[in-house]
């Protein structure tokens, strides 16, 4: 098993761009998330799915726009990238109370 | 809402003395309460977990954490770090909505 994926590793956009983060799990999780790592501040969560074909905002979701596109893949979208999108996104799943990280995706925009 | 928080940005330490690393917490309701672990470059990692039952919580790698409710604390220790243990440790809680609210982190620096 992989786990969860996330596809790209690294990204550097220009303010206005757009581009879609990607996350796959193959572990039959029902609940997916989008974190946002900062230094200082830990994670905080952007969106979740609790099952496919459910979203549900999280702490930082402005700015941003999720897919449960089906069991196995849930995506993060910037519409318009700012600077402040700066960061680290983590993509996780769980079908209990651990969750599974992927190894995150570090996002520049300048 | 709940909030966590993680008193000590960095933890420096010698290798094999003993660690602690302190979490609080402030919820209105009951919690489940994890430390996750990362290291450089890498996604998190699951280091151990309180759902329910004792307090006393042990990882296999030899962390332990102790849910205090009367104090609302989650502190992680171990009795000798190595450096292998050189990461950051992040506290989290779940209200039951199967999302997590994370701490700031620690940054833990074991030295020889």
């Known amino acids: 098993n992989a786990g969860v994926t996330q596809t790209p590793k690294f990204q550097v956009l220009k303010t206005g761009q757009s581009m879609t983060l990607q996350c796959a799990q193959d572990m039959n999780h029902n609940s997916m998330y989008w974190y946002r790592q900062d230094p200082g501040m830990g994670l905080r969560l952007i969106y979740y799915s609790a099952s496919e074909g459910t979203t549900d905002k999280g702490e930082v979701p402005n700015g941003y726009n999720v897919s449960r596109l089906n069991k196995r893949e849930f995506s993060l979208r910037l519409e318009s990238a700012a600077p402040s999108q700066t960061s680290v996104y983590f993509c996780?799943?769980?079908?209990?109370?651990?969750?599974?990280f992927g190894p995150g995706t570090r996002l520049t925009v300048t | 809402a709940q909030s966590v928080t993680q008193l000590d940005s960095q933890v420096p330490v010698f290798e094999e003395a003993p660690v602690e690393l302190r979490c609080n917490y402030s919820?209105?309701?009951?919690?489940?309460l994890f430390w996750y672990v990362q290291y450089p470059n890498q996604g998190l990692q699951l280091l151990l977990k309180y759902l329910s039952g004792s307090t006393l919580v042990e990882s296999i790698n030899g962390f332990e954490a102790e849910f205090n409710k009367s104090q609302t604390s989650f502190h992680l220790r171990k009795p000798s770090v190595h450096i292998s243990d050189t990461a950051e440790y992040f506290c989290?809680?779940?209200?039951?909505?199967?999302?997590?609210?994370f701490g700031s982190g620690t940054r833990l620096q074991v030295q020889p």
């Open positions: 996780a799943s769980t079908t209990g109370y651990e969750q599974y």
């Open positions: 919820s209105s309701v009951s919690v489940y």
């Open positions: 989290a809680v779940d209200t039951g909505r199967r999302a997590l609210t």
